[in-house]
Nanobody
Framework: QVQLVESGGGLVQPGGSLRLSCAAS????????IGWFRQAPGKEREAVSC????????NYADSVKGRFTISRDDAKNTVYLQMNSLKPEDTAVYYC??????????????????WGQGTQVTVSS
C-alpha cells in the first residue's frame, strides 16, 4: 500500500523551530519529486517547497525563503522540512506529496500523485 506519513508537527512559540518528516511506505521516494504544502483554516492550499529526485533541485515559496530548508534522505525513504524563525502566519496543516518534477509548475498540487494525511503546526505564544 502506497503511503506517505507526515510527523513532527506541534505547538511552538514565534521564533521557534520544528522539523517535519515525510516517510514513504509501499514505494521508494528515489524517483519522485516531493513537495510540501500547507493549508490554514479558511485559506486555500499553499505550496511551501519541493525537492526533485536525482538532481535535488529545490524550490521555495517566497513566504518561507531563508527560514525553511527542505532535504531528503533516500536511504531512509524520508524527506524533511526544517522550519526556523516560525511566525504565527505559518500556522497550518502541513502535507507532503509525491509526484514527477514539474519545474516551474512545482507549486501546483494537482500534479502530485500521492499525499499524506497532514500534520498540524501551530505557532502561538
Amino acid at each position: 500500500q502506497v503511503q506517505l506519513v507526515e510527523s513532527g508537527g506541534g505547538l511552538v512559540q514565534p521564533g521557534g523551530s520544528l522539523r517535519l518528516s515525510c516517510a514513504a511506505s509501499g514505494f521508494t521516494l528515489d524517483y519522485y519529486t516531493i513537495g510540501w504544502f500547507r493549508q490554514a483554516p479558511g485559506k486555500e492550499r499553499e505550496a511551501v517547497s519541493c525537492i526533485s529526485s536525482s538532481d535535488y533541485k529545490i524550490n521555495y515559496a517566497d513566504s518561507v525563503k531563508g527560514r525553511f530548508t527542505i532535504s531528503r534522505d533516500d536511504a531512509k525513504n524520508t524527506v524533511y522540512l526544517q522550519m526556523n524563525s516560525l511566525k504565527p502566519e505559518d500556522t497550518a496543516v502541513y502535507y507532503c506529496a509525491a509526484g514527477g518534477y514539474y519545474a516551474s509548475s512545482w507549486y501546483i498540487g494537482d500534479l502530485y500523485d500521492y499525499w499524506g494525511q497532514g500534520t498540524q503546526v501551530t505557532v502561538s505564544s
